[in-house]
């Protein structure tokens, strides 16, 4: 787990340093219209919603923009694109990775057809639904930084307050607590969390493969350009792998351009 938590920490830092920010505005304005859509426009009573426009702020997405996705999603807006709905697709990467991807799209026809080529481009090829979902299990994933807070976090007292709040784990890179959940508690952590000042950086449902692939060298280089053209792709939401992160494949990663 601390693997993957370390990834996901890499992740978001390059998509920090993302010159192309509307994509990243538009990944979460689909996702906060496609909540407003499944469980209404009120984030109160919406706790998908409410975690979506928190993802939202904190990469500085205008509240103008959240509230228009908001209002798309409850039909009050139509803008004339269609309805954006979630899917899912399986394949295998360079070296027999097994990819779970998830898409939020209007168009199932234009994305398949993007999620195949990328996939025969580099490599690997699309699957059939269920080929490799199993090797996968859905926990939730929330990520506090450190120095984000109003106050100073003593790391041995927020593990306790967490694990009492229902989290399952918790990791540290020294600026970034990572708080792992079970798939069906993730909201009430979350809000657990809120409640005692603590600023949630971003909290989401990801995948973590039950076992890990170690890969050599030219195979991690492959699959994470193929990773990062799923990321590039606007109606890829995550991109998960079973590939083993440990401290030598991230180098690999954080040395990629």
Known sequence: MAGHSKWSNIKHKKKKEDKKRNKIFNKHLREISVAAREGGGDPEMNPR???????????????????????????????????????????????????????????????????????????????????????????????????????????????????DAGAEDIDTDGKVLNVTTGRESMYEVNDKLEEMDYDIESAELIRIPMTEVKVETDVAESNFKLMEKFEDNDDVSNVFTNMKMDDETLAIAEEMD
């Open 49 to 163: 919603l409410d975690t979506a426009i928190n993802n939202a702020k904190s990469d500085n997405v205008p509240k103008d923009n959240i509230e228009r996705a908001i209002k798309k999603g409850t039909g009050e807006l139509d803008e004339g694109d269609g309805k954006y709905e979630d899917a899912t697709y399986e394949g295998y990467g360079p070296g027999g990775i097994a990819y779970f991807i998830e898409v939020t799209t209007n168009n199932y026809n234009r994305t398949v057809g993007e999620i195949r080529h990328i996939f025969s481009s580099h490599g690997g090829n699309l699957g059939t639904d269920g080929s490799v979902g199993y090797l996968f299990e859905q926990k939730g994933m929330i990520r506090i930084k450190k120095e984000d807070q109003d106050h100073e976090i003593d790391e041995e007292e927020f593990m306790l307050q967490a694990i």
